[in-house]
């Protein structure tokens, strides 16, 4: 059995080309990727205020054991190993504290981990964690990174890779399982099956070269074919008749009849299909001259053809 009927992949560049889409809207860049908050650590206020200054980037690969060990929630809360993650980058975090006068203001490099999952028809990825670390940090700085800086960067690539969505699938007759989603070899892969065929699987798929690509399985085909076929063609009836010629010489025909049954299979060739017809018709052509119609009907014609006496043309 095949891990899937239908598998959709698109590679990091693609989607790191769909980040810088969203960063580049000046209205997305604004609201999303900027902001400021106030407050007051034990008695001191401070104020901050930061903007992303190019746009996030993903790296399709599993974080290193190093990585995880310097993972963060809001407040500092360790985030433990998972499957389905991959890295996200702010190559450029730009950040301005002002602490009871005492002034900051530098820019960074951020790491993140995000989690991606599927449940039902659609894709959730969502920023789990930053990665940094505070072994040497004050507490004023522990407080500002892990109370204030780690959720809002959070919020922030959660709701810009939002924008990242499983395509809709809807193969007319055809029932489809949930997607399942994985990353392999900087791929973002989504893999989905026919009902019948249990639950599909991402793991040692073969994957073309393309940025993005869609692949469907025989069975998929054969099955969305003869769908369209018995909705579309089996059973319909065809009428068709009409002359054809001039200066008094003019050939008739006359066609009628239905699709009893069709049936359509695939090939070696993904680009060619083998159609086998049963049909049910009648038919008659004739021959008009300028002295009159020479046979009026196939059935006409077969009935002088079995006669001996109508080989006599003086006859007819």
Same mark, same amino acid.
């Given at each position: 059995?095949? &891990? %899937?009927?239908?598998?959709?992949?698109?590679?990091?560049?693609?989607?790191?080309?769909?980040?810088?889409?969203? @960063?580049?809207?000046?209205?997305?860049?604004?609201?999303?990727?900027?902001?400021? !908050?106030?407050?007051?650590?034990? +008695?001191?206020?401070?104020?901050?205020? $930061?903007?992303? !200054?190019?746009?996030?980037?993903?790296?399709?690969?599993?974080?290193?054991?190093?990585? $995880?060990?310097? *993972?963060?929630? !809001?407040?500092?809360?360790?985030?433990?190993?998972?499957?389905?993650?991959?890295?996200?980058?702010?190559? /450029?975090? /730009?950040?301005?504290? #002002?602490?009871?006068?005492?002034?900051?203001?530098?820019?960074? =490099?951020?790491?993140?981990?995000?989690?991606?999952?599927? *449940?039902?028809?659609?894709?959730?990825?969502?920023?789990?964690?930053?990665?940094?670390?505070? /072994?040497?940090?004050?507490?004023? #700085?522990?407080?500002?990174?892990?109370?204030?800086?780690?959720?809002?960067?959070?919020?922030?690539?959660?709701?810009?890779?939002?924008?990242?969505?499983?395509?809709?699938?809807?193969?007319?007759?055809?029932?489809?399982?949930?997607?399942?989603?994985?990353?392999?070899?900087?791929?973002?892969?989504?893999?989905?099956?026919?009902?019948?065929? +249990? &639950?599909?699987?991402?793991?040692?798929?073969?994957?073309?070269? #393309?940025?993005?690509?869609?692949?469907?399985?025989?069975?998929?085909?054969?099955?969305?074919?003869? @769908?369209?076929?018995?909705?579309?063609?089996?059973?319909?009836?065809?009428?068709?008749?009409?002359?054809?010629? +001039?200066?008094?010489?003019?050939?008739? %025909? /006359?066609?009628?009849?239905?699709?009893?049954?069709?049936?359509?299979?695939?090939? =070696?060739?993904?680009?060619?299909?083998?159609?086998?017809?049963?049909?049910?018709?009648?038919?008659?052509?004739?021959? &008009?001259?300028?002295?009159?119609?020479?046979?009026?009907?196939?059935?006409?014609?077969?009935?002088?053809?079995?006669?001996?006496?109508?080989?006599?043309?003086?006859? $007819?």
């Amino acid at each position: 059995m095949s &891990t %899937y009927d239908l598998l959709i992949g698109v590679n990091e560049a693609r989607l790191n080309g769909i980040l810088s889409q969203v @960063y580049g809207s000046p209205q997305l860049r604004q609201s999303l990727f900027s902001g400021s !908050e106030s407050g007051d650590y034990s +008695g001191l206020a401070f104020q901050v205020k $930061w903007s992303v !200054e190019a746009a996030p980037s993903l790296s399709l690969r599993a974080p290193t054991p190093e990585e $995880w060990t310097a *993972a963060i929630k !809001e407040g500092g809360t360790p985030a433990p190993p998972q499957s389905g993650t991959f890295i996200a980058g702010l190559s /450029s975090l /730009s950040i301005q504290l #002002d602490a009871s006068g005492q002034k900051l203001n530098t820019t960074v =490099p951020v790491k993140a981990i995000c989690t991606i999952a599927a *449940a039902g028809g659609s894709m959730s990825i969502a920023a789990l964690a930053v990665i940094v670390n505070l /072994s040497q940090a004050s507490d004023l #700085d522990r407080y500002m990174i892990s109370n204030v800086m780690v959720p809002r960067i959070l919020a922030m690539l959660t709701k810009a890779l939002s924008g990242i969505a499983i395509p809709q699938v809807n193969v007319a007759g055809i029932s489809m399982t949930p997607p399942v989603v994985g990353i392999t070899n900087g791929y973002l892969l989504t893999a989905f099956n026919l009902v019948q065929d +249990g &639950t599909p699987s991402t793991a040692n798929v073969a994957i073309p070269a #393309d940025p993005f690509f869609v692949l469907l399985s025989r069975q998929l085909v054969q099955s969305a074919v003869d @769908y369209q076929v018995r909705t579309n063609l089996q059973g319909k009836q065809f009428d068709q008749s009409g002359s054809e010629g +001039g200066g008094g010489f003019s050939a008739e %025909y /006359s066609a009628h009849g239905t699709i009893q049954g069709i049936s359509v299979s695939t090939t =070696p060739n993904p680009l060619a299909l083998r159609a086998n017809v049963t049909l049910s018709m009648s038919a008659s052509a004739g021959i &008009t001259t300028p002295i009159g119609a020479i046979v009026g009907g196939l059935e006409e014609a077969g009935k002088r053809i079995i006669d001996p006496d109508t080989w006599n043309p003086t006859k $007819w």
